[in-house]
């Protein structure tokens, strides 16, 4: 162990802390001709550090304009693969340094001349005057080594944030249209039991198992139940998908009931739910143009065949300056139109190319917009 080594390691700012720890790791382990040799594991004992952080540490130490250690290319150890390490802490730079590798002591005078008064206060002039240049890793980018192509010019430098490159601000950009979410509402007043065609593919595989009457009596119950619901729970963002999980969740009560021989008959239509015909279009789909048909092929394609069947086969779409208004059958459809394919409705609409930037639904004189 060296004081004067330690002492010199002391008074060093590699910076940063890591690297300050592993230095003065070395600074214990150095001899009188300031050589290291202590192993990685050592090192990350002696500093808490992981194994990755002590490697950096050394490699920030070791390069730099003005490196504190060197690797003297000697190995010790068992495997002869620890590193012998000699530390910058020699008066002489790097003739001392190459006097300690040769195993050559530095002269006592010189250590008389250090420890003098006179050398004392040009050292600390010399720290007065001259700017500490602090070791770069090996990994950080050298200002120097940086081609003059890639350096930036002084003038763009002391242009204000934000000019281009003529000096001219460029234009703020438009922001863009905020998306209002869909909020929870209650089940609408007028709200009428969709036919089986149009109920979501598992709950509608499940309802056409059913005994006749048994779908109208499961809606019936669904609409007493919401509508005299007053809590908070009584609001959804999508009821179509409410009353699929309704009626799968009734499907093995209802299947119990009918082998029980429970009939729902009184409560069938005069047609069952499964062989109702295709309700008809909207008296509004007359007024489309060419456009429109054009929307419908790419609206198609983009929710599937079945989707678009059950949502907007009936329905009418007109175009009026920038909004796209849906007019659909029922103000559930309209709602659950709204809630869906929004999204889908604007791309197909400028697809087909209409210049349109929201939606609307319509349930014949009834509007409310879509963002």
């Known amino acids: 162990m060296s004081w004067e080594t330690q002492s010199w390691a002391a008074r060093q700012r590699p910076g940063s802390a890591p690297a300050k ?16 040799y202590p192993s990685i594991d050592w090192l990350c004992e002696f500093s808490d550090l992981n194994r990755k952080t002590v490697i950096l540490a050394l490699q920030r130490l070791e390069g730099g304009l003005l490196p504190l250690i060197r690797d003297t290319g000697d190995r010790k150890g068992r495997t002869r693969q620890v590193k012998v390490y000699q530390l910058a802490a020699n008066e002489g730079g790097a003739a001392g340094a190459k006097d300690a590798e040769n195993g050559t002591v530095p002269k006592k005078g010189r250590s008389q001349k ?37 350096k930036p010019d002084e003038f763009e430098q ?27 509402h209650r089940l609408p007043a007028d709200w009428s039991p969709p036919f089986v065609s149009e109920l979501q593919p598992a709950a509608r595989t499940l309802v056409q198992s059913w005994p006749r009457g048994a779908y109208e009596a499961r809606c019936e119950l669904f609409r007493l139940h919401w509508h005299g619901e007053t809590r908070a729970i ?22 119990r009931a009918h082998r029980a021989g429970v009939s729902f008959e009184r409560l069938a239509a005069a047609v069952p739910p499964s ?40 329905s009418a779409f007109l175009a009026r300056d920038t909004a796209l208004t849906v007019i659909c059958r029922s103000s559930f459809a309209a709602t659950y139109i709204e809630a869906n394919f929004t999204q889908q409705l604007l791309a197909a609409s400028q697809a087909a190319g209409m210049s349109v930037d929201h939606v609307r639904t319509s349930v014949g004189r009834t509007t409310r917009a879509a963002a």
Not at 120 to 131: F, I
């Open 21 to 36: 720890l592993v230095l003065l790791g070395l600074a214990s382990c150095a001899d009188a001709h300031h050589c290291a």
């Open 114 to 150: 250090r420890n003098s008064s006179t050398f004392a206060r040009e050292e600390s002039q010399k720290r007065d005057t001259e700017p500490f240049r602090e070791p770069i890793p090996p990994s950080s980018s050298n200002e120097e080594d940086t081609p003059a192509a890639e």
């Open 158 to 184: 002391a242009k204000p944030a934000g000019e281009g490159a003529d000096g001219e601000k460029p234009q703020p950009a438009e922001p863009a249209e905020p998306t209002e979410p869909i909020k929870p």
């Open 234 to 255: 009584g609001k959804k963002v999508d009821w179509a998908s409410a009353l699929a999980k309704w009626l799968i969740k009734d499907h093995s009560e209802v299947m």
């Open 275 to 314: 062989q109702r015909a295709p309700a008809e279009p909207v008296a509004e789909k007359a007024s489309e143009g060419g456009t429109a048909d054009r929307m419908r092929d790419h609206l198609r394609r983009a929710v599937g065949t079945a989707a678009y069947a059950q949502w907007f086969e009936t």
